[in-house]
């Protein structure tokens, strides 16, 4: 079965301090792999994706994430938090089967303190 | 929330009560999904259609139908079989090998 886990419900990080959201996968063959970003009581907005080629992927609002195949790893990183970007964040993996499908983690809630 | 809207933003029903939550897209995608998302879980897929006429259902189907009828819109029908329907509901479209796009949501709330 294909499926993103992120394995924080809740990660705490001080303004101007790095962040990172952690995501595992488990697909069967070569990722497809999004992040995006929910504020509350709004929808989901795309910050970036993995598909192919560099394993750094830089995407919207300073975000970046490092594709490791070995470790089957996703993590989202920022080098220097904004207290704007308290937010919740999913993971997501597309089914290489059903290029329709998409698995979402459970989420994991930032705060960032002034 | 560009290029997908959902209305109502709040909905409110019945016990009982059937209600429809609208979704449009004017991005010219071929699939759109339904998912709902409860506090502290992710989102759960409802159904999903791949082109007009045609629509499959996703993990959590039961009490809830769809049609799809036209390639812009996607409503989604919360019937009264569903027993727990308060949760926020999102519509998402997607074209080609790309993300997908999410409208801004519809609160459903059982009174």
């Known amino acids: 079965a294909q499926s993103v886990a992120q394995p924080e419900d809740q990660v705490n990080v001080a303004e101007g301090n790095p962040l990172t959201v952690k995501c595992t996968y488990s697909?069967?063959?070569?990722?497809?792999l999004f992040w995006y970003v929910q504020y509350p009581n709004r929808g989901l907005q795309f910050l970036l994706k993995?598909?192919?080629?560099?394993?750094l992927v830089k995407g919207s609002y300073g975000f970046e994430a490092e594709f490791n195949k070995s470790q089957t790893s996703f993590h989202l990183k920022k080098p220097s938090a904004l207290v704007s970007d308290s937010a919740l964040y999913f993971c997501a993996v597309r089914d290489i089967y059903n290029f329709n499908k998409f698995y979402f983690g459970s989420g994991t809630k930032l705060n960032v303190k002034p | 929330d560009g290029g997908i809207t959902q209305s109502p933003k709040y909905l409110f029903r019945k016990e009982g009560q059937n209600v429809t939550l609208s979704c449009e897209q004017n991005l010219n995608h071929d699939a759109m999904y339904w998912y709902r998302q409860d506090p502290g879980q992710g989102l759960r897929l409802i159904y999903y259609?791949?082109?007009?006429?045609?629509?499959q259902k996703g993990d959590i189907a039961e009490g809830y139908s769809v049609s799809r009828e036209k390639k812009e819109s996607f409503p989604l029908t919360v019937t009264s079989a569903q027993k727990n329907p308060t949760a926020f509901y999102l519509c998402a479209s997607i074209g080609g090998y790309n993300e997908q796009f999410f409208g801004p949501g519809t609160r459903l709330t059982v009174l």
């Open positions: 697909v069967s063959g070569n990722p497809y």
């Open positions: 993995y598909i192919t080629g560099d394993n």
């Open positions: 259609s791949q082109i007009v006429n045609d629509f």
